[in-house]
Structure formats: C-alpha cells, structure tokens
C-alpha cells in the first residue's frame, strides 16, 4: 500500500502541469470577479482560495449511500478513506450525493430511478468544476447509472464498490441474500415453512454492511466495473465489512488523482475491446442477466457498438468458472479470498480469451493487472479446463414472440433437462403449453387456480419498460404449490419483463419488443403452444400467422395492449423517452450527447 502511495506520488510530480477543467470556475485568467462569486461559498466551510487556486485536482465523490440506500450506505463510512486518499495525493475531495436507488425498496421498481440517477449525475458532473470523480457503487443500478454518466460526461472516473455482505448462515447452511427468498417463497408455497420461518429464511441471508453476497446484480456489475477497467483490479468483491474495503478506498481516491494528471478518460477504457472483455468476464463469473441491459446501456452512451448478438456470439462459448450462488454453492467472501475477479480473468487470460492491451484506470492493461492471478481455491474459483458448466452463457434468441430475448444457460438444471429439454430427436428443444399472465399482481392472485402441469411455459407481460415502468424484476416466476409439492421445481417461463440476479430460474428474458410496446407477447393466450428451440435460437408461437393477424387486429380495435396510468411526473417522462430492454432502455434522446466535459 506505501509502496503504491509512492509510486503515485512520483507519477503526479512528474505530471504535466497543464489546465485543469475546474479552472474555468475558480482561476479565470483577468476574471476576478467571477473567481471570487464561485469561490466565496465553498469558503464557508473552511476550504481557502489558495487550494482551490493552485491548480490541484478537484475530485468529485459521488455518494450513493444513505438511509433509504441500505445497500450502499457503508459508502458514507469508506467516503472519508476516499477523502484521504484524494488528499494524501494532492486533490481536493467534494462530495455530494446521488439519486438514491435501492434495488430491493424502491416502487415500482429500482430499475425505473437507473436513468433518472445517470440524468441527475450527468448534469452534476457536468455543471459543477469537477476534473475527475470517483463514483461510489454498490447496489444493482447505481452502478450502471454512474458508468452511464462518466460515459457520457468523459472526465476521469473511477468505480469504487461498497463491497458485498458478509456471509449469511442459518445454522451451518450457507444462505444468500435474494437466492435466500425464492427459496423461502419456494418453501412457503410448498407448505414445509411458516410466515416466521419465512421472515427468518429471508433475513438469515444479510448479517452485514454491504450489498448482496451472492452473484446477483450488484456483485455482477461491479465486476464487470472492474473487468472494463473502470475500477481498481481485485477490488470488487472485497466485502463491505473487511479493512480491505477502507483500504482500498483510499487508494481510489490516490488512483483519480493520478487518473486527472494523466488525462484517463472513460473513453479511453470503455472501448469495443473492453466490453467483450466484460462479456467474456460476465459468463465465467456466472453474471446477472441484468448485465446486457446496463453493458449495452454504457456502450450506447460511449458510442460503442454493441448488442444482444454479441453476448451469444462472444460469451455463450465461454464456461462457467465460479462457484457462487445462484449458479454455484458458495458467497462473495468464499469468491473474494479465492481471488476474486483477477483470478477468474487469469483464467481467460491463459486460454486467450481476453483482449489483454485494453488500458484499465490505474494506467496498465488488463494483461498486467490479471496475469498470473489465478486462484488457489479451485472449489469457489475453478480452473478454465475443469469448469462448473461448459457453454455457460447467454444465448439470444428471437422468434414469432419477440425480436430479443435471453436466457442464462448457467443456471439451466439437471432436473430441467430432464424435464423439458431431453428429447431424443432434439436434445435441445421443447413444446409447452402456455399460462399468461399480466403483470406480478396477476400471478399471484391466479398462480394456484391457473391450468398450470408439468409441462407449462408460465409467460409474463405488462412487465416492460412501458408495461411496469422501468422493467419489473418478475420474470422467475414459481411454480404452482401443488406442482411444488410433487417435486417439479421449475418450470420455463417467458417474459417482457426482467428476473432478479440471484434467481436460479430457465428464464427466456428481457424480451423485447415487450408486449406495451406492440410485440406479440400482447396476442399469446393460455393453452397455445409454444416451441422454444435453443440450438435454431428460437421461440415461436404455434399459431398460424393469419390467427396471428386476427388477434393483432383485434387488440388494436380494443385500444391495444392496456397501459396503467402513470403516477408521478418521472414515470411519465420515463416512458415517453425509453427504449426497450434490448436496446439497453436508455433515454433515446440523451445517446447523442457524449463527451461532453469537452464541449
Ligand atoms: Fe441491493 Fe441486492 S438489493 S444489492
Ligand atoms: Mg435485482
């Protein structure tokens, strides 16, 4: 750590002494005047003109932790070590909060505040004289929302995780937060717990500061923060609750500082390359089906091509290599002592699966940061050629319900194979028959009363960025208690919507267009047959193209596919301006704008 502090300290004294961007606020040549009306205030809380005169870096500390933010509100400990690193190596640290996003609270749901939280940043960081940021991350969308904004802004910027929960136990069974409650709600809807044994299930999994423990969404995007070299190497899944975790906050905060002398933007980090790192990154890590949402998101506000045909084409191939919940066995600590991500880089890095020249923030290549890294506990971190699973990607399929959808191979059971997909003729494929449902509230009020076997497809629409504004995590969907108590586990399902990071469900997602949007999910009707054939990566209907026509004709005579009102100004502004979830569900208007710290 010494050791790092120096070498920084030796690469700022040797930086160029050029402009910064804050001198446009505070060091106007022949403008005292306006100086000194920017200056005067933050005066008042002790800082001098001399700091802010002489031409150091003024770095931002995007703070997302608060009381309403439990996942992320440790941030408002580690905050001081990012200080004193800013400090310790020549900055000057102003913090200020961000639009709060707290996955598991906020309603309708988080993923409706991920665009409204990048809009609020993108404007701060714009506005106010800031030459780099370090963006405080933690829960799921606060950090596609900040990765988003430094895309779009291009000043320096660095990710700086809160760190994952310790792990959860009931007695000695390891227990994760969110896989904790589909089990609970399994276990409930099978009779074989009560509502307290449920509340107890639900809780064991979150004993700590910090956000999930398992490779949900939070854990999945951090690593990927870091596999796209917007975060220091090996400092995502430090859990929050380790000294580790303070430490490294301090050498963040160092890391901007040099970021700002040595003019590293996130363009210069975000390239092609660095996302089908992520990509590469994402399978072997067993990542969030969220992850293409958010990646494809970041890609579109930094002018990167990239799409759901990249996440199969790219990351299907690549196996699965870490054995944490929902498609493994083990937590983040286990992940974090096994080595975390590095080792799992290293992996990919030995079979030549890495781009390994892309610039990372601390000035190396992802080829230096991740070489020779590899883990010595291959129970949690397993070795390229003895993986979990092969081929554990996200496969992209299209078909007669939906342009875009995916599915998360990982966590495709035995027992499912042997359910659904083990035909002799085509190991691959499947006809079901299908159950609809609009919407969660929906679901659940029918789930028990449905006409729902063994061999059901449950569908689920009214769950779009449109349908529920921002997407509803609703997609793994259970099956019914009955079926449950006969020991069929999961059943396929089909949705517009999106599934939680820390299910285990066969989940066909994201699809898009979403029903709201005028995709035929919106015509499907229980008892049609669906064929879901993962090899020809398609999904049909099996119902005759003019039935189809019929139907669409029909709903669009009824007004089309009902919409609830919106309740507040955002929702509103949200749904006239999104796109849909394959494409990222970006604001459509606000990709145009990039780099704009330079205009
Ligand atoms: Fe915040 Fe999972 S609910 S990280
Ligand atoms: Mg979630």
Redesign the pocket.
């Known amino acids: 750590l010494t050791k790092r502090a120096e070498e920084l300290k030796a690469i700022i004294a040797e930086a160029p002494g050029g402009q910064m961007r804050s001198t446009k606020w505070f060091n106007r040549k022949g403008n005292n005047a306006m100086n000194s009306l920017y200056l005067e205030r933050f005066l008042n809380y002790g800082l001098t003109p001399e700091e802010l005169q002489s031409n150091k870096p003024i770095i931002g500390i995007a703070q997302s932790g608060s009381d309403i933010a439990p ?1 992320n509100r440790h941030h408002l400990e580690i905050a001081k070590r990012v200080r004193e690193g800013i400090r310790s190596a020549g900055g000057i640290p102003m913090e200020f909060p961000t639009h709060p996003i ?3 609270v906020r309603r309708p749901t988080a993923t409706l505040d991920r665009n409204l939280s990048y809009l609020t940043l993108v404007e701060l960081l714009y506005a106010y004289p800031f030459d780099g940021v370090v963006m405080l991350t ?3 969308k606060t950090t596609p929302a900040c990765l988003m904004a430094a895309a779009t802004i291009n000043i320096p910027a660095i990710c700086l995780n809160v760190g994952p929960m310790l792990n959860g136990y009931m007695q000695d069974e390891l227990m994760g ?2 896989t904790a409650l589909w089990k609970a709600r399994e276990l409930h809807a099978a009779g074989k717990i009560d509502d307290t044994g449920f509340t107890e299930m639900v809780t064991s999994g979150t004993p700590s500061v910090g ?2 423990n398992t490779m ?1 969404t ?1 854990s999945t995007m951090n690593a990927l923060a870091e596999a796209l070299g917007m975060a220091l190497p090996g400092s995502a899944g430090i859990p929050a609750a380790y000294r580790e975790r303070m430490q490294c906050g301090y050498k963040t905060g160092q890391q901007i500082v040099e970021m700002v002398h040595a003019d590293r933007k996130p363009s210069d980090i975000l390239t092609r390359e660095a996302f089908e790192n992520a990509i590469v990154a994402n399978t072997a890590i067993g990542g969030s089906s969220n992850a293409p949402i958010h990646l494809n998101a970041i890609a579109k506000h930094v002018g990167v091509e990239l799409n759901n045909d990249d996440w199969d084409r790219i990351g299907f191939h690549i196996p699965l290599l870490v054995n944490v919940m929902p498609a493994g066995e083990m937590l983040m600590e286990e992940y974090h002592r096994a080595g975390g991500l590095p080792a799992v880089m290293a992996e990919l890095y030995d079979k030549g699966k890495l781009h390994t020249d892309a610039l990372t923030c601390n000035g190396k290549t992802v080829g230096e940061n991740v070489k020779g890294q590899n883990s010595w506990d291959r129970r949690t971190i397993r070795s390229y050629d003895q993986p979990l699973k092969k081929d554990a990607g996200f496969l992209h399929l299209s078909g007669t319900l939906f342009e875009s959808a995916i599915m998360k191979t990982s966590v495709i059971d035995a027992v499912f194979r042997k359910q659904f997909l083990e035909d002799p003729n085509d190991p691959n494929a499947f006809e079901a028959k299908a159950v609809v449902f609009d919407g969660p509230e929906d679901y659940h009020m029918r789930l028990e009363t449905a006409d729902i076997d063994s061999k059901t497809i449950l569908i689920m629409r009214g769950a779009g960025p449109l349908g529920y504004p921002g997407a509803a995590e609703v997609v793994n969907m259970h099956a019914p208690g009955r079926l449950l108590k006969q020991g069929v586990q999961s059943l396929p399902c089909i949705g517009d919507g999106r599934q939680s990071g820390t299910s285990g469900s066969p989940s066909i997602l994201n699809a898009s267009p979403e029903a709201a949007a005028g995709g035929n999910l919106a015509v499907v009707k229980d008892g049609d047959k669906v064929r879901v054939d993962l090899n020809k990566r398609r999904v049909d209907l099996l119902v005759s193209p003019e039935e189809i026509k019929a139907r669409r004709e029909a709903l669009e005579a009824s007004g089309g596919y009902p919409v609830p009102p919106s309740h507040t100004p955002w929702q509103e502004i949200f749904r006239r301006e999104t796109g849909q979830l394959a494409d990222g569900m970006v604001l459509k208007r606000a990709v145009k704008y990039q780099r704009v710290a330079q205009k």
């Open positions: 996942c707290q996955e598991s933690g829960c799921d937060s969110g956000h999930c949900g939070a």
